[in-house]
């Protein structure tokens, strides 16, 4: 069964350094999302991507987060100066083009900043 | 109030009892409801989809929404050890919007 995939599964980074976390979302899929949880806490939303440009994003999602599809398969999410609240589990999930398809998930990015 | 509750403590039952879960919500604009399963340092696995009130049906597990009291619910019949995971109710107002998650429930099947 096809599934979402992301890289790497852990990643430790120093507070202030920039970090990229990948997605390969299912292949016929087009709309593209980023959550994070924190610890303890539920998974939270943070955007979504379709057409090439973010179609909705929450106020966690400020001006040191970014997304890209830089390619036909990747998927991004880029942290540009982080900090120690962004140590988090991060999740990408996919969903086809229309209304009526739920969201699959990858198994995570492990965020930790030192 | 929260825009979607569930109760996060933990639960543990034997081997073969019915276990139920539950979330409310306060967004009336949710029409798609789901149910994800989620084991230990894995993401979220899709378990129930379902679009408005009713049940919804699939093997041992049956998922019902009542949209007019803002409430929904998962049935594990039969419940087997492997069922022991986190289980996440989550839903949204489109098919292609942004889900809102509860806390999850931490179920343990004790053999």
């Known amino acids: 069964e096809p599934e979402v995939t992301q890289t790497p599964s852990h990643q430790v980074t120093q507070m202030g350094q920039e970090v990229i976390l990948r997605c390969v979302p299912i292949?016929?899929?087009?709309?593209f999302y980023w959550y994070r949880q924190i610890l303890g806490q539920k998974v939270e939303f943070l955007v979504s991507?379709?057409?090439?440009?973010?179609?909705?994003k929450s106020e966690i999602f400020d001006d040191q987060f970014s997304v890209e599809r830089p390619d036909g398969s990747n998927f991004t999410l880029k942290i540009r100066s982080t900090k120690l609240e962004d140590s988090a589990m991060y999740f990408c999930?996919?969903?086809?083009?229309?209304?009526?398809?739920?969201?699959?998930f990858g198994d995570g990015t492990r965020l930790s900043i030192l | 109030q929260k825009e979607v509750e569930q109760d996060p403590g933990p639960l543990s039952v034997p081997e073969g009892a019915i276990v139920s879960l539950n979330c409310t919500y306060s967004?009336?604009?949710?029409?798609?409801f789901m149910w994800y399963r989620q084991y230990s340092r894995k993401g979220p696995e899709l378990l129930m989809y379902?679009?408005?009130?009713g049940n919804k049906e699939d093997g041992r597990f049956t998922a019902q929404v009542d949209k007019s009291s803002k409430y929904i619910s998962l049935f594990i019949r039969d419940s087997q050890p492997s069922d022991s995971a986190t289980y996440l109710c989550?839903?949204?107002?489109?098919?292609?919007?942004?889900?809102?998650f509860g806390k999850g429930n931490q179920v343990v099947v004790i053999p």
């Open positions: 999930a996919s969903t086809q083009d229309y209304s009526n398809q739920p969201q699959h």
């Open positions: 292949s016929n899929h087009l709309y």
């Open positions: 991507f379709y057409n090439n440009e973010i179609s909705e």
């Open positions: 967004n009336s604009a949710f029409q798609y």
């Open positions: 379902t679009y408005s009130s």
């Open positions: 989550a839903m949204s107002a489109g098919g292609n919007n942004r889900l809102a």
